[in-house]
T-cell receptor
Framework: GQNIDQPTEMTATEGAIVQINCTYQ??????LFWYQQHAGEAPTFLSY??LDGLEEKGRFSSFLSRSKGYSYLLLKELQMKDSASYLCASMDSNYQLIWGAGTKLIIKP | GAVVSQHPSWVICKSGTSVKIECRSL??????MFWYRQFPKQSLMLMAT?????????EQGVEKDKFLINHASLTLSTLTVTSAHPEDSSFYICSASPMGSELNNEQFFGPGTRLTVL
């Protein structure tokens, strides 16, 4: 079956670094996406990885290991506005996104 | 660029009525649009994949006669919830893949439509 696992909730301190992990099992693989979703809003795109390695984009970085079926999203210099749910999604062989349930990130001052 | 709009943003309707939700790609053409439903504190659930000029492909468990999808042009897809019931109350989100986006397979999301059925 197809499955995406990510922690339900994480807490971090403003200014710190947090890493949100995601493991996936999908029928085929066409890339791993990370989205940010604030409460009551639609997801917004953060990153896309299809090759192994780290992709850095400002304060956010995303890592992929295809052999391990593993990805993480790294957020640096956390700000209060980063409080949101972070959704991991794997694109399968039919180019459909298989979504994780999301990780609710709580930032404390 | 790559903006997707949805209308309405929110709607409240009586049980038994039908509600139409529009999804538009404003600055790009999309051969494929996706409709999702998200219940509180749950992940997005793909309802159907809509391809311009052809019938939508529905996910298992989604009633095609209840959730009518029309993708009449490369910039517009509509979802009609027919004979809505309170259990249909949810956040409906569409996304669109730009033509020629095969390199990154990115989907751009609309802002979502919150449906409340009384």
């Amino acid at each position: 079956g197809q499955n995406i696992d990510q922690p339900t909730e994480m807490t971090a301190t403003e200014g710190a670094i947090v890493q949100i992990n995601c493991t996936y099992q999908t029928s085929g693989f066409n890339g791993l996406f990370w989205y940010q979703q604030h409460a009551g809003e639609a997801p917004t795109f953060l990153s896309y990885n299809v090759l192994d390695g780290l992709e850095e984009k400002g304060r956010f970085s995303s890592f992929l290991s295809r052999s391990k079926g593993y990805s993480y999203l790294l957020l640096k210099e956390l700000q209060m506005k980063d409080s949101a749910s972070y959704l991991c999604a794997s694109m399968d062989s039919n180019y459909q996104l298989i979504w994780g349930a999301g990780t609710k990130l709580i930032i404390k001052p | 660029g790559a903006v997707v709009s949805q209308h309405p943003s929110w709607v409240i309707c009586k049980s038994g009525t039908s509600v139409k939700i529009e999804c538009r790609s404003l600055d790009f053409q999309a051969t494929t649009m996706f409709w999702y439903r998200q219940f509180p504190k749950q992940s997005l659930m793909l309802m159907a994949t809509s391809n311009e000029g052809s019938k939508a492909t529905y996910e298992q468990g989604v009633e095609k006669d209840k959730f009518l999808i029309n993708h009449a042009s490369l910039t517009l897809s509509t979802l009609t919830v027919t004979s809505a019931h309170p259990e249909d109350s949810s956040f409906y989100i569409c996304s669109a893949s730009p033509m020629g986006s095969e390199l990154n397979n990115e989907q751009f999301f609309g802002p979502g439509t919150r449906l409340t059925v009384l």
